[in-house]
Each structure stands twice: as C-alpha cells, then as structure tokens.
C-alpha cells in the first residue's frame, strides 16, 4: 500500500487539489493500492497549528511515500515574520526529507500552441526535461551577509559553493533521467569563470563514463538561456545546479504556454518525492473556481512515475490530458479569444470522463 500525504496548501491550493483527489478516487477504485491523508503546509498550517511546517505534517510528511502539495503562500500571510511565512514551509519540508532534485518537464502541448509566445514551428512537438539541484549552492551558502569592504563602501556578499557528493547525486539521477527519455544529457555552468562550475563539469564527466549509453554535453548557462528560446527542441535532458535551474526553468516554463499546465518534482535518493504544479497561489483568482487544475493533475502523473514506478499510469494522465484539450476543453488561463471558458471542477471533471473510458 502506498502512503499518500495531500498539502493543499493556500488561496487555489485546495481548488485544484479537490481535482486530483477525483483522480486518485478512480485510480482507488480500479484497485492500485493508494490511500491518502491530509496536512496542512504555508499559511494554513500557520492558521491552523501556528507554524508554516508544524511538527504534525512532519511526522507525516516522513512516513508517507510520497506528498502532493497544492501551493503556499498569499497575502493573507505577507506580513508575518520571515521565519513563519509560508515558503519558510516548503523550504522546511525540502530540507527535512533531503529532496534535493527537481524535475521540471517543459511539454508543449499541439492544442495549446496559439496560447504560447513562440512560433509554433519552434515549440511543436517540445518534450524537454529540466533537471535542477535543490539543495545546494549559492542559496545555502556561507558566509553570506553584510560587511564593509575596503573603500568603506558597505557591500552584500553570498557564497557559491558544491561539494563532490552533492554533484555526483545529482548527475546519477541526471543520467538516469536520460535513459528513460532520449539518452542526451546537456550540462549547463559557467565553467569558464566559475570554480563552482568547473568542479561540477568534472564531477558531471567522471559519473557520465558510468553510463556510456548517455550523450553528455555541456553549455554555459548564458547560451543556454539563448538556445532554449531560439531552438529548443535541440534538448532532452538539461542538469544545472540551483541559481541557473531556478532561472532556466521558469523560462522553459513560458515554452508550453500556460503556467496552468506544468507539474514538477522534488526528489530525494530513494525517488521519495514532492510533487507540486510549479505556479503558486493564485491569490487573484483563488475562491472564483477558475484554476486550471491539469498542473496538479499531471503532477499525480510524475508522482505514480518517479516514486510508485508506475510509468503506464502517468502515460496514460498525459494521454487523457492531450484528448481533454484536443477536445478544446479551456480555463481562463489557456483560453483564446472566443473560447467557452470553464470552471476548475468542469476541467477536472472533463478530464476524469476521458480518463475513466
Ligand atoms: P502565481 O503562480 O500564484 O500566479 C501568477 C499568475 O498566474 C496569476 O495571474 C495567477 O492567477 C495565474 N495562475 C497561477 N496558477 C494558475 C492556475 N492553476 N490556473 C490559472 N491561472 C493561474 O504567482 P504569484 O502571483 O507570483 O504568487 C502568488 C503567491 O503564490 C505568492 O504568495 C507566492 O509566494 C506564492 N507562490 C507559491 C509557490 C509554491 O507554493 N510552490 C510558487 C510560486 C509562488
């Protein structure tokens, strides 16, 4: 039995999470062995037990398999202290289940190809994978401050810093993504004035010769900004490390055209993972029923295919999702001038009728 702890989270958080409830109900009653409880992550767990990730939801969060979380955040909650705001959360549960991998498919769906700003000719068909390290790098680097430098000009400072451990564990999942999708791996630093870089792009070598079977290469994060917006398809997998993944995947991310659309993973080294869709709250929308739920959706999809091996069941979320749009079912978010637009429980209901055939 596989042990499922749900985070809806805040504002469209339990919107489009009540969705991909429905598809864990169908999958349950078919037989695969789930079961789920609920927790409480971000600003409602502040709410509720006083801390963005109380000791309740990390008990929880520890012995479940895997953890679907909606998305933190608001401003109900932007004037607490730093410590207790709701990120504080997601950067707590990171931490205390060492998920150190994140996975960011970037899919350009054909139905949605008028609601991206690129040419259709440079997005069609887009299946790339981005692979960004979590845990590392100039974000928990030390020292980090504020100090006065020898001018007597006061002057911010951070630290850029990777171990060999912390490149290798992600290189080995790097690679292995690679052998389950197109065999090319892409390695992007800044190895040309980065000592950070240059120990990563060793590391990446060294662990590439374990997998003769991957073509790896590598790029400097400033072309790879470029060639991922002037000819993307060239990629499978891209690998990079904390500051230059945050950035790349965010612009990947206006590749397929909808922010609505994109689930993403957070793994540790036994594939335990979070997943979540990569946009946030919605505060704007949120209580209006108009959230795009097929994020959340496709992210029970990477859930059954990364923590639960089950590859067929996320193939077919991805195939009923396809049809769901080819149908022209849209939210506000993926809408074009003139089309119905529907509501969060029309579109998860719209996707469970063609799940379910
Ligand atoms: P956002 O992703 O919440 O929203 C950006 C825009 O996209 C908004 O116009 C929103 O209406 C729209 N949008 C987002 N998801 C949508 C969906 N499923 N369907 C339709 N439209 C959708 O980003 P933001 O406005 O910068 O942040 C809002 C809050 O979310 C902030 O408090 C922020 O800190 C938080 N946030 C949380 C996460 C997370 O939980 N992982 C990630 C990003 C931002």
């Not at 730093?82 to 959360?89: C, D, L, M, S, T």
């Not at 991998?101 to 769906?109: I, K």
């Not at 120990?199 to 070598?205: A, D, K, P, S, Y």
């Amino acid at each position: 039995m596989k042990n499922i702890l749900i985070l809806p989270g805040d504002y469209i958080g339990p919107e489009i999470m009540a969705e991909a409830v429905k598809v864990l109900d169908v999958l349950k009653a078919e037989g695969e062995p789930i079961q789920w409880s609920f927790g409480h992550l971000g600003g409602a767990a502040y709410d509720a037990e006083g801390h963005p990730y109380p000791p309740s939801t990390q008990a929880a969060a520890r012995a479940a398999d895997a953890i679907l979380m909606g998305a933190v955040g608001g401003p109900k909650y932007d004037a607490l202290p730093r410590e207790v705001r709701p990120e504080q959360g997601i950067l707590g549960i990171r931490k205390d289940l060492g998920l150190f991998a994140n996975l960011r498919p970037a899919l350009a769906y054909e139905a949605l190809s008028a609601a991206s700003s690129f040419k259709p000719e440079v997005i069609a068909g887009l299946d790339i994978l981005i692979l960004r390290e979590l845990t590392g790098d100039i974000y928990f680097g030390s020292p980090r401050g504020r100090r006065e430098n020898a001018a007597g000009a006061q002057e911010g400072f951070d630290t850029m810093h990777y171990s060999v451990p912390e490149v290798e564990r992600i290189a080995h999942v790097a690679f292995q993504a690679a052998q389950k999708r197109g065999k090319r791996l892409c390695s992007v630093d800044k190895e040309n004035v980065l000592e950070t870089s240059r120990l990563w792009r060793e590391v990446m070598i060294r662990i590439g010769a374990q997998y003769p079977d991957v073509a790896l290469s590598h790029m400097y994060v400033d072309n790879a900004a470029m060639q991922l917006v002037k000819n993307p398809k060239q990629f499978d997998v891209i690998v990079t490390g904390n500051i230059f993944g945050d950035i790349l995947s965010d612009e990947a991310s206006m590749l397929a055209g909808s922010i609505g659309m994109l689930p993403s993973a957070s793994l540790d080294v036994n594939n335990k993972g979070l997943y979540e869709p990569i946009h946030g709250s919605a505060p704007d929308i949120a209580g209006q029923g108009k959230a795009n739920p097929l994020a959340t959706i496709l992210s029970v999809g990477m859930m059954f295919k990364y923590s639960f091996d089950r590859p067929d069941i996320a193939e077919r979320i991805d195939a009923a999702v396809n049809t769901v749009l080819a149908q022209g079912h849209r939210t506000g978010d993926i809408a074009q001038p003139g089309d119905k637009v529907i509501g969060t429980s029309a579109m998860g209901d719209a996707f469970i009728a063609v799940f379910k055939q």
